[in-house]
């Protein structure tokens, strides 16, 4: 287990510097000097950047990790279960209205989403809910907030307000800078921590309701403290750049085999796994040989797509 969360953090101490130096122009990290004058483009365009690739893999890997422990589903990932569509329909709606000039108000709106959504999946779906059931509830939320989310397009009151939503959309962390980061850290700083605190009740919660009742577990308290956390990590991350998806779903499967099986267990390497991955999507995007810059998040569907298949198949076989 120690090692690795060791070997793991020596893979994003390696991301980042990779992060740092890569790009269409090349810097070199001995440029890191305040005389040299490329030093600001590492200072101010890759270092927030980077701090913020780091941020939201984080938030997502371990909000992944942390509703599959919780629903017990293998497939419970924040995209598919609506959460970040419905903290991507409360961004957009600041957007629509002109909110996001103000730099909280967006952060706000895309919270209260994802608070709703979560709320709105455990109301319908319920915790002890089969995994057709959590599907169908995360495929109906989905539904619901997409389609709030084209309609807020199709009737935006000017082009710009239009290419701006969609440009968000497709989730991306150009541009970032360090009110970005000061925006974005304590918030998934706090929910990070408030999802930190349900490892001994996801490890008893294997065993049962009924048994982890017994040991001490107050369900309707874990239920809430999981909305509360996963609302902040993932309205964070939305609202710091755009709906990235399938990394909640890719991370807790690849290191599982590694940290074992117990939901505890896959928390923290789930959250360097999120970082490590980002930060290197992030890297892979910029030198990519094409005119403008690949969308971090049509790269991130393009590998998760594949892999959400090759787990269905998976899943198929196992129950065959």
């Keep these: 287990m120690t090692r690795l ?27 890191w000097t305040a005389v040299d004058p490329r030093s600001i483009i590492i200072v101010e365009l890759r270092l927030p950047r980077t701090v913020m690739a780091l941020l939201v893999g984080a938030a997502l890997g371990l909000s992944g990790a942390v509703m599959q422990g919780y ?13 970040s ?8 709606v600041s957007l629509y209205f002109g909110y996001a000039a103000q730099i909280w108000l967006l952060p706000t709106f895309a919270l209260v989403g994802a608070a709703g959504t ?10 002890s809910g089969s995994l057709i059931l959590f599907t169908l509830a995360g495929m109906i939320l989905t539904s619901i907030a997409g389609s709030l989310t084209a309609l807020a397009i199709s009737l935006a009151p000017t082009p710009f307000v239009s290419s701006q939503i969609v440009t968000w959309l497709l989730g991306a962390l150009t541009d970032r800078s360090w009110d970005d980061v000061k925006v974005a850290l304590p918030i998934i700083v706090i929910g990070a921590g408030l999802l930190a605190t349900t490892a001994r009740s996801l490890d008893a919660l294997t065993l049962g309701e009924q048994a982890a009742r017994s040991m001490g577990v107050d369900p309707g308290r874990l239920q809430w403290v999981v909305i509360a956390g996963i609302a902040l990590t993932v309205g964070a991350a939305v609202a710091s750049a755009g709906v990235i998806g399938f990394v909640g779903l890719i991370v807790p499967h690849m290191v599982r085999p590694f940290a074992g099986n117990r939901p505890s ?4 390497p789930s959250a360097l796994g999120g970082a490590l991955l980002l930060t290197l999507a992030d890297s ?10 690949l969308r971090l998040g049509i790269a991130m ?20």
């Excluded at 793991?8 to 269409?24: E, F, H, I, T």
């Excluded at 629903?71 to 959460?83: C, H, I, K, S, T």
């Excluded at 892979?284 to 810059?293: D, G, M, N």
Aim: net charge positive; glycine share 10%.
């Design 5 to 31: 969360n060791l070997a793991l953090l020596v893979g994003v101490l390696l991301a980042v510097c990779l992060s740092v130096a890569s790009g269409k122009v090349w810097v070199p990290l001995d440029a």
């Design 71 to 83: 629903l017990r589903n293998p497939l419970a990932d924040p995209g598919l279960f609506g959460v």
């Design 85 to 92: 569509s419905g903290a991507a329909l409360g961004a957009v």
């Design 118 to 127: 979560m709320a709105l999946l455990a109301l319908i779906a319920g915790r």
């Design 265 to 268: 267990a896959v928390l923290l």
């Design 284 to 293: 892979l995007v910029r030198l990519a040989p094409t005119v403008s810059e």
């Design 301 to 320: 569907s393009m590998l998760g797509g594949p892999f959400f298949l090759y787990l269905l198949i998976r899943m198929r076989r196992r129950l065959a």
